[in-house]
């Protein structure tokens, strides 16, 4: 058994603590947390289950890292603080563990991050001896394994989109959907997501994947964007009130140029009421979904829905990406120390878990 840390219970830490309890290989051996008010509560709670597993949570980082786990689910957000992410990574790599975490966008394509994030981390699996696996959903497996796959059964293909289209009121990260994003904020407002140039740094990996992977190379990435206001306020369940004439709907682009097209393009079509930009594209249910659409021939077309935490379909979300990086763990157990991308770690079968249930 593999001694396991899931450091974080927000959204992602729940279903971590989840995944791992339900993992043949794994022990749930330390949680994490930031908030006092966690500090002493058992995992089984944190993570949504209906029993106690045994495991207190705690806050004492250096006394979790001392006993040497063999890893960690670092689940803690890099949204707003990318630095401290950083740093937490960098401790639970120089303690010899394998670490998996979607929490740093430019480490997806980690053979193109930036020098001040790479080098840190390669610095730190020196010393310690650990390994890095940095995915999620999109960007993770929504825009690398899954259209690579599909890719693999046309006779020919033209291009590539990979789409995501949500409803973001099911998402329960108020701070990342109005102020990153910019839902409720005036359309003058600039959201730090959407700044010219970001969405590359977040999305530009994954086309950089896809493409080593087809063995083509990209003559250049390019962004569009487009916004629209509410027509009238409406109210969700997680976040309260949006106003009328506040961004309600944002559809941007991030494409991949071969030969002076757009041949890879990774889409986001983000509402927070599906009244909003009725003429764009809307997943099966109205709720979200990811797409992946290859065009050729024959034409192929995949949408994934996953719900979890009482049909939620963010959480489902969140849960696929923790599936793919739990299911990774004890693949880096047995490879060498290292720095790992998508095109690395094999997408694995459920092995041990048919049938098998936590709750």
């Not at 979607?102 to 840190?120: C, G, H, K, T, V």
């Not at 047995?334 to 694995?348: F, N, Q």
């Amino acid at each position: 058994m593999i001694p396991t840390v899931v450091w974080g219970t927000g959204n992602v830490g729940r279903a971590a603590i989840r995944a791992v309890e339900a993992h043949p290989a794994l022990t749930l051996t330390a949680v994490l947390v930031h908030d006092p008010a966690k500090v002493g509560r058992d995992a089984g709670g944190l993570g949504g289950l209906s029993r106690t597993l045994g495991v207190a949570a705690t806050d004492d980082i250096s006394a979790v890292l001392a006993a040497r786990p063999r890893a960690v689910v670092y689940a803690a957000s890099g949204d707003i603080r990318p630095d401290d992410a950083l740093t937490d990574i960098g401790r639970a790599l120089r303690a010899g563990a394998v670490v998996v975490t979607p929490s740093l966008y430019p480490l997806y394509d980690q053979r193109n991050a930036p020098p001040e994030l790479r080098d840190p981390l390669v610095a730190a699996v020196a010393e310690g001896g650990g390994s890095l696996f940095v995915s999620g959903v999109d960007p993770g497996w929504g825009n690398d394994v899954l259209p690579l796959l599909v890719s693999g059964l046309g006779t020919e293909v033209d291009a590539i989109r990979c789409q995501e289209i949500f409803d973001y009121s099911t998402y329960e990260q108020e701070d990342s959907v109005r102020h990153l994003i910019g839902m409720g904020h005036p359309l003058e407002y600039q959201p730090l997501m959407l700044a010219e140039g970001v969405p590359t740094m977040v999305w530009g990996g994954q086309l950089r994947l896809m493409a080593r992977a087809l063995g083509v190379e990209l003559d250049e990435i390019r962004e569009t964007l487009d916004r629209r206001a509410l027509e009238t306020t409406v109210t969700t369940r997680t976040m309260g009130a949006f106003e009328k004439g506040t961004q309600g709907a944002v559809r941007f682009e991030v494409q991949g140029f071969v030969g002076g097209e757009p041949r890879i393009v990774i889409e986001h079509i983000t509402r927070i009421h599906a009244s909003c930009a009725p003429d764009w594209p809307s997943p099966p249910d109205g709720v979200g979904a990811h797409r992946v659409v290859i065009e050729g021939r024959p034409r192929i077309e995949v949408t994934v829905e996953a719900s979890d935490e009482g049909e939620n379909r963010s959480a489902g979300g969140n849960a696929t990406a923790v599936g793919r990086l739990v299911s990774a763990i004890d693949w880096l157990v047995e490879a060498e120390p290292g720095l790992y991308d998508a095109l690395d770690v094999p997408l694995r079968p459920a092995v041990g878990r048919l049938g098998r249930r936590t709750a």
